[in-house]
Nanobody, 128 residues
Framework: QVQLVESGGGLVQAGGSLRLSCLAS??????????GGWFRQSPGKEREFVAA????????AYADSVKGRFTISKDNVKNAVYLQMNSLKPEDTAVYYC???????????????????WGQGTQVTVSS
C-alpha cells in the first residue's frame, strides 16, 4: 500500500519561510518512478496546482502565483519530495497536499486527475 505523508506545515508570519516534506512509503514504491506534485486548497476554493517535478528532478513547473518564491525538489534516495516556501503571503494559507504521478512528464503536470497517489495534507497558515 502506497502512502504519502506530508509534514512541515504550521503558522508563520507574512514574509517568513516554511519547508514542506512529503515522505513516500510502500513495499515496492519508489518516488524515482513518479513525478511529484504539490497542490493546495483553501476553504471554499477548489484545489489548485502549486508545483511539480519530474521523475529525475530535471524538470520543474510552478503556478504563476508562487513562481520565484517556492522551490520544489526531490530526493529519490530518501523517497521524498519537498517544497521550500519563502516570502510567504497570507493568500498562501491553505492545506497543502503532495501527490505522485506515474505517467511520463508532460505539459499537463497541473491536472489533478493525473496524480494517482495523494497525501492527507498539511495546514499552512500565514498571518499578516
Amino acid at each position: 500500500q502506497v502512502q504519502l505523508v506530508e509534514s512541515g506545515g504550521g503558522l508563520v508570519q507574512a514574509g517568513g519561510s516554511l519547508r514542506l516534506s512529503c515522505l513516500a512509503s510502500g513495499r515496492t514504491f519508489s518516488i524515482s518512478s513518479y513525478n511529484g506534485g504539490w497542490f493546495r486548497q483553501s476553504p471554499g476554493k477548489e484545489r489548485e496546482f502549486v508545483a511539480a517535478i519530474s521523475r529525475s528532478g530535471g524538470s520543474t513547473a510552478y503556478a504563476d502565483s508562487v513562481k520565484g518564491r517556492f522551490t520544489i525538489s526531490k530526493d529519490n534516495v530518501k523517497n521524498a519530495v519537498y517544497l521550500q516556501m519563502n516570502s510567504l503571503k497570507p493568500e498562501d494559507t491553505a492545506v497543502y497536499y503532495c501527490a505522485a504521478d506515474w505517467r511520463p512528464w508532460s505539459s499537463y503536470y497541473y491536472q489533478i486527475p493525473k496524480y494517482s497517489y495523494w497525501g492527507q495534507g498539511t495546514q499552512v497558515t500565514v498571518s499578516s
